[in-house]
């Protein structure tokens, strides 16, 4: 595997220790980590990581993950490095690597609505139209158009917001009843608002999350 990543110009690191990886004290190593720079880079090691029939897990941002001390895979695929777009008029298309708060604060200060409480969810794009993510009246699947998802056998499909199923925090990604990895997301990006309003939405959530935080934090002695 080693001198296939070499060959593809895959970043790699090895024997890497869990609490390293996730910034939590855990116990344990992980046996080699993938940074893919460019969705063929993703492509290239997903196949070969299905053929050769590895465990894998495909995740964007680790930093506060928890995993547990038993967790073991073959491979590691973090796809934070993928932060590619492609604009249009109505349209946009997002890497699966690209943080939901960034794309969300980009958006938005271009007077975008409706990505305004995706700002401060952790995580990336592609986790989130998995996931289905939301927070404060904004949800993925209000926003989503596409999925464009790579097959265990190789083959590229796009997946639109019905053939998606959202529901609350799920759709059929989450439930594995399509299989595969996510690429890219297309983003409804024609509704339009003021700078001025978004900005006053974006401080309405700002607010209410650090008042939750702190509330969260509150203790009875």
């Known amino acids: 595997m080693i001198t296939f990543l070499k060959n593809n110009q895959i970043p790699y690191k090895e024997h890497i ?25 993703l492509k290239t090691i997903y196949l070969k990581i299905i053929n050769s029939k590895l465990s894998f897990d495909i995740l964007g941002g ?22 590619g777009i492609e604009k249009s008029d ?53 926003v989503v158009k596409k999925v464009r998802l790579l097959t265990p056998q190789g083959h590229t499909i796009d997946l639109n917001n019905t053939e998606l199923k959202y529901t609350t925090r799920n759709s059929v990604l989450k439930n594995n009843l399509e299989k595969g990895i996510v690429l890219c997301v297309e983003l409804d990006i024609t509704n339009k608002d003021t700078i001025e309003n978004i900005q006053t939405k974006i401080k309405t959530v700002n607010t209410f999350r650090k008042s939750y935080v702190n509330f969260q934090n509150w203790r009875i002695d």
């Open 17 to 41: 220790p869990l609490s390293e990886f996730t910034g939590m004290n855990q116990m344990g190593i992980l046996p080699l980590i993938v940074y893919p720079k460019k969705i063929e880079q």
């Open 62 to 83: 680790i930093t506060n993950t928890y995993l547990s001390n038993n967790y073991q895979r073959d491979i590691i695929i973090v796809t934070t490095k993928l932060k």
């Open 90 to 142: 109505e349209t946009i298309w997002v890497e699966c690597g690209y943080s939901l708060t960034k794309i969300a604060r980009k958006l938005s200060s271009e007077g975008i609505t409706g990505y305004e409480g995706f700002i401060g969810i952790p995580g990336t794009i592609g986790a989130a139209a998995i996931n289905n993510s939301g927070a404060f009246n904004s949800n993925i699947s209000n």
